[in-house]
């Protein structure tokens, strides 16, 4: 990247890809509007197995300077999601430390469909600001029509770790699943909707902000069973810090499609689509036994 290695930036994004061609242009002009502002902005992209053109057009960014692309292929040997996304957070976090940059701010965000509607200049602006509150290590983004990601959320009244055991469980049937969502989902994605900020221990949906000389201390990794990794990476910044998180509603982005909350025929026709989709994947990726 063409930032000067003696300036220290103002935001370091690191950000993972696979399959977003359609909105990397989104994320690339977010970063050109943040340089435009008089902000320093340095970016480090982990990509891997993409097949829509997403690494062409990370690698033509990293030829104009715009980002630095990480290779993240070691990512596709771990079989268990949780523990693939811990990875290469971790991964994207060492390659910035190593950089010997020392950005005022981490930006940690997710680069498909969520950044669809990327937050304004001065929303980000903003909410950067908040991290120089007492107490706080990181403030994430809101998105409307509500808040989605309930993995990565924790306060003292509420924890999802057992939110995908849930979801397998109640996949048995399409009328189950949805009463599953109705009940289960729905409401806490509607309680976490607000206009006013929200404390918690930990929040990611889609964007989050954290202060970088506390971001260095934490870790993805987590020894025990698999949880989301950016509340293990919160939980134990909460922990060394004493410190919480805010969900800013000032820092809004859509909420992605395949977490909007739905009534049962449109919820029951994507299921549907999403299960054709993975059945094909499978097919097109099954070993040909016949090969030698």
Known sequence: MRETQSARPDFAFLALAKDCAATIPH????????????????AF??????????????????????????????????????????LGRERLKSELE???????????????????????????????????????????????PHY????????????????????????????????????????HQRALTSDREISCASTFNGLCLYRA??????????AGPAICEHLAFNRRLAALTGGAML???????????DHAEQSFLPFAWRRFRKLISLRLHRQVHRPNLLAK
């Open 27 to 42: 994320f690339l002009e977010l970063l050109r509007a943040l340089r435009r502002s008089g902000s320093g902005v340095v």
């Open 247 to 257: 969900i800013d509603p000032g820092l809004v982005l859509r909420t992605p499609s």
């Open 45 to 86: 992209v982990g990509e891997n197995g993409s097949q829509d053109g997403t690494h062409a057009l990370l690698q033509h960014a990293q030829s104009r300077g715009e980002i630095s692309l990480v290779p993240t292929a070691f990512m596709a040997r771990e079989p268990e999601r949780l523990r693939r996304m811990a």
């Open 213 to 222: 000389d506390l971001y260095r201390l934490g870790s993805y990794r987590e």
């Open 148 to 187: 989605y990601d309930l993995l990565a959320y924790e306060d003292e009244q509420r924890s999802f770790v057992t939110l995908l055991d849930e979801l397998a469980i109640s996949r048995s049937g399409i009328v189950k699943y949805y009463r599953f969502f109705r009940s289960r989902i729905y409401p």
């Open 98 to 144: 190593a950089s010997g940059l020392a950005p005022r701010f981490v930006c940690v965000l997710d680069i498909d469909n969520v950044i669809a509607a990327p937050p304004t200049v001065p929303a980000l602006l903003a909410a950067a600001a908040k991290l120089d509150r007492p107490g706080i290590f990181g403030v994430s983004a809101s998105s409307r």
